[in-house]
T-cell receptor
Framework: SQQGEEDPQALSIQEGENATMNCSYKTSINNLQWYRQNSGRGLVHLILIRSNEREKHSGRLRVTLDTSKKSSSLLITASRAADTASYFCATDPGANNLFFGTGTRLTVIP | DAGVIQSPRHEVTEMGQEVTLRCKPISGHDYLFWYRQTMMRGLELLIYFNNNVPIDDSGMPEDRFSAKMPNASFSTLKIQPSEPRDSAVYFC?????????????FGQGTRLTVV
């Protein structure tokens, strides 16, 4: 399977704390993307990092990519209750398709 | 644009019946993806199209599943006959031309229940 795996499967933190989620994948990639899914809704794109990039920022989000270890991390700083959702990494192996990981369920407690 | 539009939002059907899920991608997007999401298997890529042509259908679980894209603004995923294990949320997504390094836009999904 080309699917990635997120770690941890579930994460519960207090509002204001930082949340870190990790993703490991198996094949070489063109890019890696992170998506968010609120319960009962479709996925929403958060950030894309290309295979030649090592770190990227977008607002309170910070993504790192280590292609030698085939891993990525998503850091959400100063978390809010509204950040409660499932977060997925997705890899593009170069065929213009996307394979999703298993997801991390984040709960931010007010 | 209203985004990717899927219909119906919910579908309950009896085992053995034919089910047709519909998707309207974002105008101008030339890639269209069908995914299935379950608790056990997560998000699975079933099939994707480029310029209305199926590129990879290796994720389609069985011959009971078929997908078509007769034009750039419409796609269907059909299950015939349906089985209880097909119960899942089915998502359609589309992306911009040039595929590489572009994000996918997802519809709200169709929750299918086969009883």
């Amino acid at each position: 399977s080309q699917q990635g795996e997120e770690d941890p499967q579930a994460l519960s933190i207090q509002e204001g704390e930082n949340a870190t989620m990790n993703c490991s994948y198996k094949t070489s990639i063109n890019n890696l993307q992170w998506y968010r899914q609120n319960s009962g809704r479709g996925l929403v794109h958060l950030i894309l990092i290309r295979s030649n990039e090592r770190e990227k920022h977008s607002g309170r989000l910070r993504v790192t990519l280590d292609t030698s270890k085939k891993s990525s991390s998503l850091l959400i700083t100063a978390s809010r209750a509204a950040d409660t959702a499932s977060y997925f990494c997705a890899t593009d192996p170069g065929a213009n398709n996307l394979f999703f990981g298993t997801g991390t369920r984040l709960t931010v407690i007010p | 644009d209203a985004g990717v539009i899927q219909s119906p939002r919910h579908e309950v059907t009896e085992m053995g019946q034919e089910v047709t899920l519909r998707c309207k991608p974002i105008s101008g997007h030339d890639y269209l993806f069908w995914y299935r999401q379950t608790m056990m298997r997560g998000l699975e890529l079933l099939i994707y199209f480029n310029n209305n042509v199926p590129i990879d259908d290796s994720g389609m679980p069985e011959d009971r599943f078929s997908a078509k894209m007769p034009n750039a603004s419409f796609s269907t995923l059909k299950i015939q006959p349906s089985e209880p294990r097909d119960s899942a949320v089915y998502f359609c997504a589309s992306s911009l031309p040039g595929g590489k390094n572009t994000e996918a836009f997802f519809g709200q999904g169709t929750r299918l229940t086969v009883v």
